[in-house]
């Protein structure tokens, strides 16, 4: 299985800064006949399920605020919000589907507010 | 609006069955692939399950195949999980999501709320 990481498990960053948070993959995730990177981003806030960010590593969903951005090629990929908000603090996760059906994801990054 | 909603959810000793049930709505649900992820209390994710519109693609964890089953039913928008010989390991808040690839997991938007399972003696 491909293994995702992510780093740092956890930061603190003060409201209407940039936060920014890795996911290595332990091989790449980059198909390259379609030249799309396998990776998504998610968001869970407490008590509440995930919900989707970003996928093909760049592709913001619909209704995302833009101060979410996905970017990233092959094995190294970032999450940046910029202008950090209180309604940010949660949990991020980060998700390989490049190694379908094994799919997998990072450990989890808690955002907080500083 | 697109809603999935979980139910089932228990506690049950190691050893035990439980069979956990989505209810879709707000879209064609026979359109879609629908897998379970779950979450073990303060831990990650890890997908479980996968199932295609027609069920003619289904895959599982290494962790729960053998014991675990996914089945739907269309007519009644309805996705199950029966999951046999419960281990504690597999304590978790279980999710439903669905899924636009027709060839294994891809992306999971939206997921349900999720439904408790508790494996314990």
């Known amino acids: 299985d491909i293994v995702m990481t992510q780093s740092p498990d956890s930061l603190a960053v003060s409201l209407g800064e940039r936060a920014t948070i890795n996911c290595k993959s332990s091989?790449?995730?980059?198909?390259?006949?379609?030249?799309?990177?396998?990776l998504a981003w998610y968001q869970q806030k407490p008590g509440q399920p995930p919900k989707l960010l970003i996928h093909?590593?760049?592709t913001r969903e619909s209704g995302v605020p833009d101060r979410f951005s996905g970017s990233g090629s092959g094995t190294d990929f970032t999450l940046t919000i910029t202008g950090l908000q209180a309604e940010d603090v949660a949990v991020y996760y980060c998700q390989q589907y490049y190694d379908t059906p094994s799919t997998t994801f990072g450990q989890g990054t808690r955002l907080e507010i500083k | 609006e697109v809603q999935l909603v979980e139910s089932g959810g228990g506690m049950v000793q190691p050893g035990g069955s439980l069979r956990l049930s989505c209810a879709a709505s707000?879209?064609?649900?026979?359109?879609?692939?629908m897998n379970w992820v779950r979450q073990a209390p303060g831990k990650g994710l890890e997908w479980v399950s996968y199932?295609?519109?027609?069920?003619?693609?289904?895959y599982y964890a290494d962790s729960v195949k053998g014991r675990f089953t996914v089945s739907r039913d269309n007519a009644k928008n309805s996705l199950y999980l029966q999951m046999n010989s419960l281990r504690v390991e597999d304590t978790a808040v279980y999710y439903c999501?669905?899924?636009?690839?027709?060839?294994?997991?891809?992306?999971?938007?939206?997921w349900g709320q999720g439904t408790l399972v508790t494996v314990s003696s």
């Open positions: 199932i295609t519109g027609r069920s003619t693609k289904i």
């Open positions: 091989q790449s995730v980059l198909y390259s006949p379609n030249n799309k990177n396998y």
């Open positions: 707000g879209f064609t649900f026979s359109s879609y692939s």
């Open positions: 093909w590593a760049s």
């Open positions: 999501v669905r899924d636009e690839s027709g060839d294994g997991p891809n992306w999971f938007d939206p």
